[in-house]
């Protein structure tokens, strides 16, 4: 079975990574990489952590690329790389626009598609924008749903999706934890925190962007003046827009740290070593439970209701006052925190990877 995986961003590529791996473990499966590149920096940071390198690349990065830009140089890269491999099916993964692109590109070569983190919903096509649109579109699209929890596959089966082609998996960022949690980590902004309740901040959403982030960067200057213990370190997107609120709002202030963006060891070592994270991402939701730490979600909504139902996550939306009582809870109750550090991780047991190659295997015998 010859399998393209397609993926462009960080956040796809820590979670195919690990995927990618299990495939090449495998002796049945000639796994070949095709990378966008809609990323760049960010991407190969990730693909050379984990030891993966592209059989293609694409490259479509330009400077101030829009949504249609990305989606038409993926779409025409991809055609000559499934012309000339032939694959067998197609593996994306979650809501980007390289995945959205990619999956429309092997449905009109008649490519069978696997949709890695398969059922994600907010049912608000605007929240988050552009991927829910991506998503679901995906999901019409393909063949194989590989959903990460039981709520994500029910989503797809009220969507009338075909219940025998969808499996639950658990996460692969589940897995990919295996390779860059080390106990013994630090740096120099680690040793600048020690002492201190470090607070991990992450923010770029694109529906964020403008008076909701000054909103937000309010509450975390609110919260770092009233506890003298409190520190900020605050991985910056590459964004200029989100770089020039964070400038504005938090050079001046000694306990908030801006750096640049962290490759994914970096990242997933600061998760384990902070006190609480609040973020606006997704992946994050799924990664820092696996560690025990809680997550403030600095949304209106999330994709990811089983990380709220499970205790793991809280909704504090994109107000100032709600921001700020949420971050105040935690630092002033330990029952609280103790509860949400603690809650059961709904995301999987990290060997999300084998039981999506396992499931792969079993259904293209039966095609």
Not at 258 to 267: K, T
Not at 283 to 309: I, W, Y
């Amino acid at each position: 079975m010859k399998v393209l995986a397609v993926y462009g961003t960080r956040p796809e590529a820590i979670k195919m990574c690990p995927l990618i791996l299990e495939m090449k473990n495998r002796p049945e499966v000639k796994c070949v990489v095709c990378l966008t590149g809609q990323h760049r920096e960010m991407l190969d940071q990730v693909n050379g952590l984990f030891g993966i390198t592209a059989d293609y690349d694409l490259n479509i990065m330009q400077k101030g690329q829009s949504l249609a830009d990305i989606t038409s140089k993926v779409l025409q890269g991809l055609d000559k790389v499934i012309d000339k491999e032939k694959p067998d099916v197609m593996l994306v993964h979650g809501d980007t626009t390289t995945s959205f692109a990619a999956a429309l590109a092997a449905f009109y070569r008649n490519i069978p598609v696997g949709h890695v983190e398969a059922g994600l919903r907010t049912y608000n096509m605007k929240s988050p924008y552009p991927e829910e649109f991506n998503r679901q579109a995906v999901d019409l699209i393909c063949n194989y749903y590989f959903a990460p929890t039981e709520t994500a596959k029910e989503h797809l089966l009220k969507e009338g999706k075909n219940h025998s082609h969808i499996y639950v998996t658990g996460n692969t960022v589940i897995d990919a934890l295996k390779t860059t949690v080390d106990e013994s980590f630090s740096d120099d902004n680690i040793e600048w925190a020690k002492g201190s309740r470090l607070i991990l901040l992450t923010s770029h959403r694109r529906e964020n962007i403008g008076e909701n982030m000054k909103h937000i960067f309010e509450a975390v200057n609110a919260i770092v003046d009233e506890y003298p213990d409190v520190k900020v370190i605050y991985p910056l997107h590459k964004n200029p827009r989100v770089r020039e609120i964070a400038y504005e709002y938090f050079r001046d202030n000694d306990r908030i740290r801006l750096i640049e963006p962290l490759d994914v060891y970096h990242f997933h070592n600061y998760i384990q070593q902070c006190f609480l994270i609040m973020t606006d991402s997704g992946g994050v939701q799924e990664e820092a439970p696996s560690l025990g730490k809680p997550v403030l979600v600095l949304r209106e909504n999330t994709e990811r209701p089983e990380g709220v139902a499970a205790g793991t996550l809280k909704l504090v939306g994109v107000e100032k006052e709600s921001i700020y009582r949420g971050v105040k809870e935690l630092l002033d109750n330990r029952k609280t925190y103790i509860k949400m550090s603690k809650a059961s991780n709904p995301y999987g047991d990290g060997n999300a990877s084998k039981y999506i190659v396992d499931a792969l295997l079993k259904a293209v015998r039966r095609v």
